[in-house]
Structure formats: structure tokens, C-alpha cells
């Protein structure tokens, strides 16, 4: 039988994550060097909006069936995605708007997080793994 290794994966992803910081800098401030321009584009933020909302949508899918069944986690994710939409909508007003978006997201992962580590029963160890952060 293998055994996982975990120092070893320990040690592998910190230095995936130390690569990612050193060089990630390094590539968005190049970008426009190659005529790419990721600040105020309009795709991009569009792009990243439904990102932002598939990941957490997965997330929230899997606390809701798996384990605590309210819809609360969703009306907060759904508040802080239509204030992201918002943002672009009225985008002379998006530093009003922006952090209440963000507020609302998190407070619905910390809320299904939460949700998911009081309910009792039987698989309460993949609860960890509703929430990406």
C-alpha cells in the first residue's frame, strides 16, 4: 500500500507557491509590453465575475447537498455577485460598490463553512473542502 508522503507535498507546494509569487508580478506587469491590458477590461472583469461565480457556485453547491441545506449561503453569494455586475454597470461608482460585493461573498463562504462544521453527521471531514479560499 503507498502511503502520501505529506512533508513531501508540504514542501513541493511551497515551492509551487513561492515560484507562483516570484514570477506572477513579473508577467502582469509585462502584459503590456505584449498589447495586453487586464486593468479597466471590460472582457477580463466579465471573465473573472463568472469565474468568481462557478468557483463559488461549487463551493456553495457542495456545503448545501452534502451537509446543511440553506439557502442563506446562497443569498449572500447572489447579493455579492449582482453587486459585482453592478460594478460594471455603474462603474463611475464601483469603490462604493466593490466592497459591499466582497463583503457579501465572503460572509456566504464563512457562513456555509460554518454551516457545514455544525451539522452531525456521518462525513463531517470533507466539510473542509466546501470552501476554497
Given at each position: 500500500?503507498?502511503?502520501?508522503?505529506?512533508?513531501?507535498?508540504?514542501?513541493?507546494?511551497?515551492?509551487?507557491?513561492?515560484?507562483?509569487?516570484?514570477i506572477?508580478?513579473?508577467?502582469?506587469?509585462?502584459?503590456?509590453?505584449?498589447?495586453?491590458?487586464?486593468?479597466?477590461?471590460?472582457?477580463?472583469?466579465?471573465?473573472?465575475?463568472?469565474?468568481?461565480?462557478?468557483?463559488g457556485?461549487?463551493?456553495?453547491?457542495?456545503?448545501?447537498?452534502?451537509h446543511?441545506?440553506?439557502?442563506?449561503?446562497?443569498?449572500?453569494?447572489?447579493?455579492?455577485?449582482?453587486?459585482?455586475?453592478?460594478?460594471?454597470?455603474?462603474?463611475?461608482?464601483?469603490?462604493?460598490?466593490?466592497?459591499?460585493?466582497?463583503?457579501?461573498?465572503?460572509?456566504?463562504?464563512?457562513?456555509?463553512?460554518?454551516?457545514?462544521?455544525?451539522?452531525?453527521?456521518?462525513?463531517?471531514?470533507?466539510?473542509?473542502?466546501?470552501?476554497?479560499?
Amino acid at each position: 500500500m503507498n502511503r502520501i508522503n505529506w512533508d513531501a507535498w508540504g514542501v513541493a507546494t511551497s515551492l509551487a507557491c513561492a515560484i507562483h509569487c516570484a514570477i506572477l508580478p513579473l508577467l502582469l506587469t509585462s502584459l503590456p509590453v505584449f498589447g495586453i491590458n487586464i486593468i479597466e477590461n471590460e472582457p477580463f472583469e466579465y471573465f473573472m465575475i463568472f469565474l468568481a461565480f462557478a468557483i463559488g457556485s461549487y463551493s456553495l453547491w457542495h456545503g448545501f447537498k452534502k451537509h446543511h441545506h440553506s439557502l442563506m449561503p446562497w443569498a449572500l453569494f447572489a447579493a455579492g455577485i449582482i453587486l459585482l455586475i453592478a460594478k460594471q454597470v455603474w462603474h463611475n461608482y464601483q469603490f462604493w460598490i466593490l466592497p459591499f460585493a466582497v463583503i457579501f461573498i465572503i460572509a456566504a463562504h464563512l457562513l456555509n463553512y460554518r454551516f457545514c462544521r455544525v451539522h452531525n453527521h456521518a462525513h463531517a471531514d470533507d466539510c473542509d473542502h466546501s470552501t476554497p479560499v
